[in-house]
């Protein structure tokens, strides 16, 4: 990530809510807590504990998927944020935040595994900085099907993994707001638009979220 000034980072899309303030590309301090639930009540707080009230020149917040509520959390402050102090709001993909917290210190092919509720899994597969194809909400039975690379990591990288046959890496990862600096520009977005990866189990009236 490069970025002439300060970006604050939100990463909401999973049990864990994170928050990260950069300087010219450099974390320079940050909060990530696994609350399961409760990230509305937290977000704010954990922002304003940030230097400076965690005010900064733009936003980047999850998109996800992962947990619809915690996705529209996020959104929502980094929008309201964005407004107050006059400053752009990007989004980007929290897979491929889990993805690239998994490349240190070389960049691997890797397939990403979180949880997508309803006994479902997101996954996807990542070879560099590219995502491999859409993000798919696969039943167990489904994603064993589909394979997977030989590194597998996400939060529920080590129940994919135990299903294969011959010996999968996993490594157990949430994304990570601090890890944000790994990002490419190039994949930052501008269309804030969460990313469900299935059908979101309620629609807001007059809300349609993009799939992916």
């Known amino acids: 990530m490069q970025f002439a000034g300060r970006t604050l980072v939100i990463e909401t899309a999973s049990e864990a809510c994170s928050v990260a303030l950069f300087d010219e590309g450099q974390c320079i301090a940050s909060d990530h807590r696994e609350l399961g639930r409760g990230h509305a009540e937290r977000l704010i707080p954990m922002i304003e504990a940030l230097p400076g009230n965690g005010r900064a020149d733009r936003i980047l917040t999850s998109l996800g998927p992962g947990s619809f509520t915690g996705v ?36 691997r092919q890797v397939t ?41 990591v996400g939060n529920r990288a080590k129940e994919f993994a135990s299903l294969f046959e011959d010996e999968r890496m996993a490594l157990e990862l949430l994304p990570d707001a601090s890890a944000a600096h790994l990002l490419d520009e190039t994949r930052l977005l ?23």
Not at 118 to 144: C, I, M, Y
Request: charge should be neutral; glycine fraction near 12%; proline fraction near 9%.
């Open 112 to 152: 990403v595994c979180m949880n997508g509720g309803h006994g479902e899994w997101f996954v996807q597969d990542f070879t560099n900085d590219r995502a491999e194809g859409p993000v798919r909400s696969l039943k167990p039975e489904e994603a064993l099907a589909r394979g997977a690379q030989d590194v597998i």
């Open 190 to 212: 501008h269309d804030l638009s969460p990313i469900y990866g299935r059908e979101p189990d309620a629609t807001p009236q007059g809300s349609k979220g993009s799939k992916a």
């Open 72 to 107: 529209r959390i996020g959104i929502a402050a980094a929008r309201a944020l964005g407004v107050a102090w006059g400053a752009p709001v990007l989004g980007y993909p929290t897979l491929s935040l889990v993805a690239v917290r998994s490349w240190q210190p070389t960049p």
